[in-house]
């Protein structure tokens, strides 16, 4: 049961709090539309003069843990709170315009009592703008300590589950409260928003649902997400039972942010394989095409506050404490390790790979000290017990093995040290090692880079000048997200002893003159790309990700984790039967054009031949007088013939048009006659050494083209050798009077000038110059294919003169298109015609046959 709190926090708070008007935002759309903006100037009133606005828009940050320092006086009772500088939460804010307010929104590390939370709530938010999530317990564990970090934490860092204990594997209802805890999460940041142009920011992998309960309150909200850890490769990710709904949700948002790229291609690939969408880059910036929307991808890495560093590095204990540390080790090299306490950091396989250089370097003992500062465990887990245990052995066995009573050559720091001693070693060692297996970041090593450029104080302790080059080496593990911006570090393989070796004696060996360019290099990237510069790039993306938005139509369909918000042009909309049949009732003269495959008979189909329904609908269009029926499709003449063999009037339209025939009773026609063929001669080769290169897929002979298909290939493997195939294909059939087109997971090879938008202005030049009067065009379709039929029944109005024709161009499926209407899928098709039959009149079959197919031999002869 969720707990008690306010339903509005911005009600809660007193008048002084906000000095400027709220202006509310439409939370929820009953029925499909357009979301229009809310008319601020309406609701003003004539006290609203003077109440000029401090802050122009909000920045609300989501994230699991709020920014904040917790105490309670036992004695008093009173709690305190205090914003955490060293986070990054709090430090992004320097990114952001002055005249925007920041508001925390996120649940405290410390549990309150339910008596205490509204007064906790209103003295956050007065003093601290924090909203925070009073989760109940028993949901914070199930939530965060279980799924987050034993299930979602483990995968994002490719951990698959081993053991199949009751532990391991995933439970279902787990899930259900990490969609409770984002639901409270996202009704918090509702209750924040305070106007369009509010942005709300979420972090990491805690919060990936937010998005979708957002979405579906505030379909025009600008809404980011940050993934601070790795994102897994497709492989690793497909194993998760919820993947879908984890996607789709993250989708919802306008931005998606990466620390990396391989994190950001593993996102796509996910997207890709998973749902079937297709991305692009435009002027640099990545987007995937998700039911007409643009969900733009941000690859930077987060950065640190430089300042934060340099006025610690500042302090009087600071400096002391690096004077410390340096006497303390006078003589010998020391090497700096920082890491958390989690089976990831790869602490054990950083002490075996200084144990192989002693080893093997006699030399170095007694002259090189690894300290290693543990961090607390985020987690309670069984493996992390383990891991410690591992360090602290591993380490203890080195230190009996080359250790004596004045030297011992691992230091190990399992406890917490203030953030100042923490500095003071960054400043006083010689070289820093982060060797995780897997990590999101890792923002250590440009805190070491900043700490070693010291300060004018530090050098006059250490007897140096000012303008002395200072310097820093880096040993970073391949896999740590901060790894490629480092370009001077010692890249290792954490899990190789003896390429971490390796890398430690080289750093021992380094002259000054290359430790300067090393630390030089690194301290300028650092420097530029700091937690500001970071923040102030992600704003921009986002701003300039939702400015696209606003001018679209928005609509609202599935329901759950399912839902999303359909954003098309303002002219495209869904066609209603009703709509559909008024138009159909008055029309006299009509011509309707149907794709196949994906229109009448869905894509997934085993089954691609018609219905006995579908045939008594097609049958029911054709015997009305008023109707002219094609089928225009890719598929061959024979295949199609034997289909509709029972359709007596049904023209067909064969291989995109090459072939036409107006009805059963007459002749197929050809649109291209005298063309020679020995181009196949040409193509056929190359296709067919591809489709034994690229396992799954296979050659279609048409009459008039060549197909290759790839559907049943490995997606990305698929993809890569289209693109190598249709560029072979180009250079070699130059000259050659055929047209090389890659549609939906097809490469085909067709006759130049052949393609559905001219065989449908052909047939409609031909009934308009025999006389008709056309005042319904109507035409069907789902793919790349059929926008060329759109585009030609468009531009028919003005051959069917005095009267314009009405017309009907419908896309199967929302989505970018030359259409002016939709419909869901196959089975609404089918159920726009069969309504529109009902209410066509059934007319001798035989003597309509006969009649069109005189009129069409005469206007051909």
């Known amino acids: 049961m969720v707990l008690k709190s306010y339903t509005n926090l911005l009600d809660m708070c007193c008048e002084d709090v906000f000095q400027q008007p709220l202006r509310s935002l439409p939370r929820v759309v009953t029925s499909p539309g357009i979301i229009s903006d809310p008319d601020w100037e309406s609701s003003n009133d004539g006290n609203s003069v003077g109440s000029t606005p401090i802050f122009s828009k909000r920045k609300i940050i989501v994230a699991n843990f709020l920014p904040m320092i917790c105490a309670k006086n036992e004695a008093t009772g009173e709690w305190s709170f205090a914003m955490d500088d060293n986070q990054l939460l709090v430090q ?23 008596s205490e939370q509204d007064r906790v709530s209103q003295k956050l938010f007065k003093e601290h703008r924090c909203i925070p999530t009073f989760l109940p317990a028993d949901l914070q564990q199930q939530f965060y300590h279980i799924f987050c970090k034993q299930h979602l934490w483990p995968l994002f860092h490719y951990m698959l589950p081993v053991c199949h204990d009751k532990g391991e594997l995933f439970d279902r209802s787990l899930f259900q409260a990490y969609v409770r805890a984002n639901k409270i999460f996202a009704d918090k940041v509702v209750e924040a928003v305070n106007s369009d142009d509010d942005c709300v920011w979420v972090h990491d992998y805690h919060l990936m649902l937010i998005p979708t309960f957002l979405r579906k309150k505030l379909h025009r909200i600008k809404v980011g997400f940050f993934l601070h850890s790795p994102f897994p490769s497709s492989e690793i990710y497909r194993t998760l039972p919820v993947r879908d709904e984890i996607l789709k949700s993250l989708l919802n ?37 998700y039911f007409g929307r643009t969900v733009s991808l941000k690859i930077l890495a987060a950065g640190v506050h430089v300042g934060r560093l340099e006025s610690t590095l500042k302090l009087p204990a600071t400096i002391n404490k690096v004077q410390e540390i340096e006497s303390r080790y006078s003589g010998k090299m020391v090497i700096l390790g920082v890491d958390d306490m989690d089976i990831f950091k790869g602490i054990s396989l950083k002490l075996l790979g200084l144990e192989l250089l002693l080893e093997r370097t006699p030399k170095l003992r007694g002259k090189v000290v690894l300290v290693q500062i543990v961090n607390p465990a985020r987690s309670i887990r069984k493996d992390v017990e383990e891991a410690k245990y591992e360090a602290v052995s591993v380490a203890q066995r080195i230190n ?46 440009y805190e070491y880079t900043v700490c070693r450029q010291g300060n004018e104080e530090i050098d006059k302790l250490r007897g140096v000048n000012k303008s002395s080059s200072h310097t820093s080496t880096l040993i970073v593990s391949e896999f740590v997200g901060c790894s490629p911006s480092l370009s001077g570090a010692f890249r290792v393989n954490p899990w190789s002893m003896e390429d971490v070796a390796d890398a430690l004696y080289s750093a ?39 400015r696209e938005q606003y001018s679209q139509r928005c609509w609202t369909t599935g329901f759950g984790l399912n839902f999303r918000v359909i954003a098309l042009s303002p002219g495209f909309r869904r066609l209603s039967l009703e709509h559909l049949t008024s138009s159909y009732k008055k029309a006299n003269r009509r011509m309707i054009f149907l794709d196949y495959d994906g229109t009448l008979v869905p894509q997934t189909s085993h089954n691609k031949s018609p219905s006995a329904e579908l045939i008594s609908i097609l049958n029911s269009l054709c015997n009305d007088m008023k109707n002219t029926v094609f089928i225009v499709s890719g598929r061959g003449r024979d295949s ?7 359709c007596e009037n049904l023209g067909i339209a064969a291989e995109h048009g090459y072939f036409i025939r107006w009805n059963k009773a007459a002749e197929w026609e050809t649109s291209l006659s005298g063309l020679h063929s020995e181009w196949k001669l040409i193509a056929e080769p190359i296709m067919h050494l591809y489709m034994e290169t690229t396992d799954g897929s296979f050659i279609e002979q048409k009459e008039s083209a060549l197909v290759w298909h790839y559907q049943n290939t490995d997606h990305d493997f698929g993809l890569c050798q289209a693109k190598e195939l249709v560029g072979h294909l180009e250079r070699v059939l130059s000259n050659e009077p055929v047209v090389v087109r890659r549609g939906h997971q097809i490469v085909e090879v067709k006759p130049q000038g052949v393609n559905k938008g001219i065989s449908v202005d052909k047939i409609i030049r031909t009934l308009v110059s025999k006389g008709d009067v056309l005042d319904l065009l109507m035409c069907i379709g789902n793919d790349r294919s059929d926008e060329d039929m759109f585009e030609s029944i468009n531009k028919a109005t003005s051959l069917s003169e005095p009267a314009i024709p009405e017309v009907f161009a419908c896309s199967v499926g929302p989505k970018a298109s030359k259409a002016n209407y939709y419909v869901d899928g196959c089975s609404e098709v089918i159920r726009l015609l069969k309504g529109v039959t009902d209410i066509s009149p059934q007319k001798d079959t035989v003597s309509h046959s006969h009649a069109v197919f005189k009129d069409t031999l005469e206007v051909v002869s």
């Open 508 to 546: 021992t060996d380094l002259t000054q003159y290359e430790k300067n360019l090393r630390h030089e290099k690194h301290y300028r990237y650092v420097r530029s790309h700091d937690v500001a510069y970071w923040a102030r790039s992600f704003d921009q993306d986002l701003e300039r990700a939702c």
């Open 253 to 289: 948002a306008d931005l998606i942010g990466f620390q990396t790229f391989d994190y950001a291609r593993h996102f796509l690939s996910c997207c890709s394989r998973l749902l079937g969408l297709n991305y692009e880059s435009k002027r640099g910036h990545i987007g995937i095409e």
């Open 92 to 114: 992004l804010k320097d990114g952001f315009p002055i005249d925007n307010e920041v508001i925390y929104v996120g649940s405290l590390n410390v549990q309150v009592d339910p």
């Open 400 to 445: 009996d093995k080359y250790g004596s009573a004045n030297y011992k050559p691992v230091v190990l720091i399992d406890y917490s040290i203030p953030f100042y001693e923490k500095i003071a070693f960054y400043a006083a060692s010689d070289c820093c090692i982060v060797n995780a297996v897997r990590d999101g970041m890792n923002l250590i090593p």
């Open 640 to 646: 199609l013939s034997e289909w509709f063999v029972s």
